[in-house]
Every structure is written in C-alpha cells, then in structure tokens.
C-alpha cells in the first residue's frame, strides 16, 4: 500500500487533456468505421456484436454488453435485428440456463470475414495517420498506456477478453491468406 | 519521400485494435464528463463550446466546431442554447465580415470557473486508472503516441489551438490558487 497525491490543478488538467484526446480519437475511429462498414447496412454497434460473437465463438448479452461497452438493453436490441437479418441467432446454453447467448449463423460468419475483402475500399484516417509512427518505431503503436488505464477501469477479464478475441481474429485472418496482400504508401516526409 | 509498406493483416488488426481501445476509453471519459457538468444542465457539447470559448477567449463557429469535433450546425444550435441561458454571446469581427464569433459572458466565465469547484463531487474513472501509472512515472502520462495520430489527422493547427487553450486553462487555475489543494489517495497495490 502506498499514498499517491497529486494537486487538483494536475488532476484536472490531465483529465482534460484525456476527454479532448479521446474525443478527437474516437470521432475520427467511428468515421472510419462507420464508412468501412456501411455497405453492409450494419452500424457500429451491430458490427460490434457480430465482431464479439465471431471472436468469442459465440457469446452471452452481458459478455456482449460488457466487452462493446454498450447498454445491456443496446446489445440486447440489435442482436434482435441481426437475428431478423438472419446473421445471428440465440440460445441458452445447458450449463447456464439465466444468460442468453448469440453466436452468428453460417451467413453472418460469411458476412464478417467478407467485409475484410472491402477494407481497403473506403478511408481508414486512423491508419494513414499512424504511418509514421510505424516507419519511426517499425512497428504499429500499442498505446500500452492507454490499455493499463482501461484494464484499471474495466477489470483484468475485460483485458484477457479483448486480447483473446484478437488471438481469434488474427487466426482467422491468417486463413484466409491475407498476408500475402503488401501494400505500399507513399510518405511524404516532412510534408 | 519513404515508401512504407505493411500487410493488409497487420493493417486490419491495428485499426481493429485501436477502435476497440479508443471506444472503450472514450465511453469512460464520456460517463465521467457528463456526471461532472450534470448538475449544472449542459451537455458535452455545451459544456465543449463554453470551454472552447473561454480557453481560445471568444472563437468562430468554424473553430468551436473543429476544434471541438462537432459538425458546424451542432456547434451552433448548442451555442443558440448556450446564448438563450445568457452564457454566451455572438459578435462579428471587424476584421472578419464572414464568421460569426462566440464569447462567453460575465455569467458563462462564472459558470466555467465554479465547475472547476465541484470537480470532485463526482466520480473520475479515468483520473482513478492512471494513478498506478502516476506512481510508476512519477507523472500522468501524456499519450504522446495518440497525439502524433491526431496531429497527423486533424493537422498542425488543430494542436496550437489544443495547446493554446490547455495554457489558458493552467493559467485560469492558477489564479483560483486551485495548486493548494492537495489531495491523497490511497492505492493498494498488487490488488
């Protein structure tokens, strides 16, 4: 145990700096996603619940809710219209009669591993503006101080979720071969 | 001029990864600003544009909307409102004909200032989650790898303004003596 103090002065400034950060963060992902995504008639919280369900071979409404950071009642209402849509389906599992889980039909897992074929089809600002970085450091960001901050808030399970639903899509990814694909991007350094 | 080359694989994990994390961060900052300015009736948006207005000491329309990340018709319906409450005020510049500037008033300032009282009544997930790195760095951390990512997204300028305002804000505390206040906060650690 150990005591930790800080002014109020350095508390609000760097909260602030976060809130406006994020903001400008999250508003440029959401437009990516929202345009790479649109085709497909989905919004970011149904892909969202398509993305968990595939990646976690399937999924209760509370792991859904807890992992896209949405609303029990979101989660619950669009995987409803996901199902109409025939992309995903519900049941109850016989080890855990109180939760309910989703887990995609044949045609929504399709649906999913399609979409990447059409990744390059719209903007991804987010990545064009990480270019640097990466020709900097050889590698992508990993905002590792970002992800101690969310495994304080959202739990040490939270964290052992996100990465074990990237350890699936990679795995997915690698079959469909996608590695092969190199592209290139012009840098204009110190443009 | 470089030529930069990544796989599509990589491409797709990265910005799958960054909109995870930066979603979950920004639904953290979200729950934390609207409980803070709440009791005071604004908004995110609103409560943006007083501080924009405050921090920049009067603004565009056009530049309370970018640097805020808000389209231009919501930076000006929420200042209508912000203007109804007598918190703000619209002028036209001398020197610019074309735009139509936002300040706060003597009322709005007030408002601006008296929030930073009652920063503490509510809870502050995110200012709680970086503690640990806090202790560990000896400062807050400064996401200096998302901030080259904005920088690059939204331009040059768009961080003059962010640093500009966060001077004035420092300034704007320090008058208040807000730096006497010390606050202590006990962590356990390896919990």
Known sequence: MTVESYTLKEAMIYSQRIAQLSKALWKAVEKDWQQWIKPFNLNINEHHILWIAYHLQGASISDVARFGVMHVSTAFNFSKKLEERGLLK????????????????????????????????????????????????????????????????????????????????KESIEEKDKDQVVIKNEILMNK
Chains 1, 2 share one sequence.
């Open 90 to 169: 519900f049941s109850k599992r016989d080890d855990d009669k109180r939760n309910t889980y989703v887990e995609l039909t044949p045609k929504g897992a399709e649906l999913v591993l399609r979409m990447y074929d059409h990744y390059l089809d719209t903007e991804h600002s987010i990545l064009e503006g990480s270019l640097a970085l990466k020709e900097l450091y050889g590698r992508f960001p990993e905002f590792l101080d970002v992800m101690a901050i969310i495994r304080n808030i959202y739990g040490e399970d939270f964290i052992e979720i996100f990465e074990r639903s990237f350890k699936n899509f």
